[in-house]
Structures are given as structure tokens and as C-alpha cells.
């Protein structure tokens, strides 16, 4: 079964600092998932890519896709408090790539300090 | 439509009690999945539907466990006979299609077996 490892497991960080979340999948990644959490509250979507090379921005956080590495980076510009939460990468597990199983890693913790 | 919403938020119950929570996704899309989430773990699959039909079980989900998707509009989740090791967040989530689109999810239900 596939496996996605996040690093670092949490990260603590000031106010206004650069930040990056890997996730690593231990097979093939058909589509790659970032969601972030709040504290026993539902995933927020984030966005996906697909595509080896593929990268992706919303506001400040941009995701990049290495297929070749089968890895994935979430990378947050001058971070703010708001950002604070639980981020989770979560690939398809579905075989040809169906998207209807995603398997997830267990998460990076993020603690924005202002 | 806001999104997708799940009912109740929170649930405590006895051991060996039945608990049924129901999830309503958004209205556009034929995709609905139900996940399982413990502390410091990211969500594992448990089932999902398109439209009214249960295309996938995953062993997580025993025979105590049972789902419907009436009509291919809102979905149920029953757990029968709860156990202590029961005790976890029930996700719900629902996309449009395959592929490309993201899966969204609900907030969650947080069942407590006493």
C-alpha cells in the first residue's frame, strides 16, 4: 500500500518567515493533494497537481510536484498567524489513478508565532 | 450551497450502543467517500459511493460498520455495537466526477465510546 511521509512532523515559526512541508510517497503519485486542518475541524481544500513539474499558488502558499522524486513541496511566503494549522499532503490511491481512495500522511503541525 | 455538511458534530456514547451519522454533500456532486481520522493521523478511507452505488469497502470498515447512499443524495453511517477503539473523527467528503477535482470535506462528526 502507498505511504506518504511529511517532514517535519511540526514546525514553529515567526511571523513573517518562509516555510516549506515536504511530503514523500514511497510509490508512483497519480495526483497530489495539500489540505490544511484546523484542530478538530474537517479538511480544508488546498489545491492538487497531476502533472510531474506541476506547480501551484493560492495567496502565499505555492506546491510544487517532483514526479521523478515522488515528492511533493508546500511552500508558505512571509507566514502569518492564520496560516497556523494542521497541513496534509494526500495522494489517489486508487489504481489507474481514479481518484475515488486517497491515502494521506499524518501531518505537518504549524505553529505561527506573532 | 456551502458545502459539505455532517450531523452531529459531536457524539458520546456507551460501548455497545448504535450510533448513525449522516452526511449531506454538495448538492452538484455525484462522488461521496467516508473517511475515519485518530489524533495524529491523517483521515484513512473507509467507503465511497457514485450516485447511489457502494463501489468500495476498505477492511477498516467491519461488519459492524454500514453505509447507504439512498437515492445518491445524502449518506448514512452506521456503526452497530460501537467499541472503545470506535472512538474517532468521521469524514465525510463529496467531489464531482474523477480526476481533476478535488474531494471536499465536511467538518466532521467526533465520536467519543464511553
Known amino acids: 500500500s502507498q505511504e506518504l511521509e511529511q517532514s517535519p512532523q511540526s514546525l514553529i515559526v515567526q511571523e513573517g518567515k518562509n516555510l516549506t512541508i515536504n511530503c514523500t510517497s514511497s510509490?508512483?503519485?497519480?495526483?497530489l493533494y495539500w489540505y490544511k486542518q484546523k484542530y478538530g475541524e474537517g479538511l480544508i481544500f488546498l489545491m492538487m497537481?497531476?502533472?510531474?513539474?506541476e506547480e501551484k499558488s493560492h495567496e502565499k502558499i505555492t506546491a510544487k510536484l517532483d514526479e521523478k522524486k515522488q515528492q511533493s513541496s508546500l511552500h508558505i511566503t512571509a507566514s502569518q498567524p492564520s496560516h497556523a494549522g494542521i497541513y496534509l499532503c494526500?495522494?489517489?490511491?486508487?489504481?489507474?489513478?481514479?481518484?475515488?481512495?486517497?491515502?494521506f500522511g499524518k501531518g505537518t503541525l504549524l505553529t505561527v508565532n506573532p | 450551497d456551502t458545502g459539505v455538511s455532517q450531523d452531529p458534530r459531536h457524539k458520546i456514547t456507551k460501548r455497545g450502543q448504535n450510533v448513525t451519522f449522516r452526511c449531506d454533500p454538495i448538492?452538484?456532486?455525484?462522488?461521496l467517500y467516508w473517511y475515519r481520522q485518530t489524533l495524529g493521523q491523517g483521515p484513512e478511507f473507509l467507503t465511497y459511493?457514485?450516485?447511489?452505488?457502494?463501489?468500495?469497502k476498505s477492511r477498516l470498515l467491519s461488519d459492524r460498520f454500514s453505509a447507504e447512499r439512498p437515492k445518491g443524495s445524502f449518506s448514512t453511517l452506521e456503526i452497530q455495537r460501537t467499541e472503545q477503539g470506535d472512538s474517532a473523527m468521521y469524514l465525510c467528503?463529496?467531489?464531482?466526477?474523477?480526476?481533476?477535482?478535488?474531494?471536499?470535506f465536511g467538518p466532521g462528526t467526533r465520536l467519543t465510546v464511553t
Open positions: 467528503a463529496s467531489s464531482q466526477g474523477q480526476g481533476a477535482l478535488g474531494q471536499y
Open positions: 510509490k508512483t503519485l497519480y495526483g
Open positions: 497537481l497531476q502533472k510531474g513539474g
Open positions: 494526500g495522494a489517489d490511491a486508487s489504481s489507474g489513478g481514479s481518484n475515488y481512495k486517497l491515502t
Open positions: 448538492s452538484e456532486h455525484n462522488r
Open positions: 459511493f457514485q450516485n447511489e452505488a457502494q463501489l468500495e
